[in-house]
T-cell receptor, first 113, second 112 residues
Framework: SQQGEEDPQALSIQEGENATMNCSYKTSINNLQWYRQNSGRGLVHLILIRSNEREKHSGRLRVTLDTSKKSSSLLITASRAADTASYFCATDEKKAAGNKLTFGGGTRVLVKP | KAGVTQTPRYLIKTRGQQVTLSCSPISGHRSVSWYQQTPGQGLQFLFEYFSETQRNKGNFPGRFSGRQFSNSRSEMNVSTLELGDSALYLC???????????FGSGTRLTVV
């Protein structure tokens, strides 16, 4: 089952614009992670934010986490054509032993040159 | 350093057959997880191994099994293949619990 719901399901923007996508989840978490996937290939880890953090930056990426609302957002600033991909949020649930990620349905981002 | 290596990249099998997929994690990573990705169900957790022990298992039938060797390499096996098993199977390794994962490029399995 999928814990996260991602919004929007698809996003089309012009190069240089910002892209924002949101993720909601249902249970208590240790951390929330964002991944990128290009054309059905493997997932690339972008950023991890722990449950006691509210905001994190990595290059052109900014992630926020609101544990009271069980939601997170990923902002990609100054987008490039190479950012065209699907983006997934994934939660590491508190009750789960070991490593187990529950993924959202993903947001497909198209950056037009 | 080398990434997570999955073999084979593509596989075509017939219904009723069985298949074994292989995953070599990043050196030093002892946790290996497997995920199934389909257009309908998205990314779903199959199982996780750590030091040759299965720590977690997802909601998949018993036809799906796995194991991990002493060198942390892992295999997953699907017996009595069904058309619905057609998917991209992804392996991921992690250094610590609650840490980021490194994924392999996946094995695309087609069952005909």
């Amino acid at each position: 089952s999928q814990q996260g719901e991602e919004d929007p399901q698809a996003l089309s923007i012009q190069e240089g614009e910002n892209a924002t996508m949101n993720c909601s989840y249902k249970t208590s978490i240790n951390n929330l992670q964002w991944y990128r996937q290009n054309s059905g290939r493997g997932l690339v880890h972008l950023i991890l934010i722990r449950s006691n953090e509210r905001e994190k930056h990595s290059g052109r990426l900014r992630v926020t986490l609101d544990t009271s609302k069980k939601s997170s957002s990923l902002l990609i600033t100054a987008s490039r054509a190479a950012d065209t991909a699907s983006y997934f949020c994934a939660t590491d649930e508190k009750k789960a032993a070991g490593n187990k990620l529950t993924f959202g349905g993903g947001t497909r981002v198209l950056v037009k040159p | 350093k080398a990434g997570v290596t999955q073999t084979p990249r593509y596989l075509i099998k017939t219904r009723g057959q069985q298949v074994t997929l292989s995953c070599s994690p990043i050196s030093g990573h002892r946790s290996v997880s497997w995920y199934q990705q389909t257009p309908g169900q998205g990314l779903q957790f199959l199982f996780e191994y750590f030091s040759e022990t299965q720590r977690n298992k997802g909601n998949f039938p018993g036809r799906f099994s796995g194991r991990q060797f002493s060198n942390s390499r892992s295999e997953m096996n699907v017996s009595t293949l069904e058309l619905g098993d057609s998917a991209l199977y992804l392996c991921a390794s992690s250094l610590w619990d609650s840490y980021g994962y490194t994924f392999g490029s996946g094995t695309r399995l087609t069952v005909v």
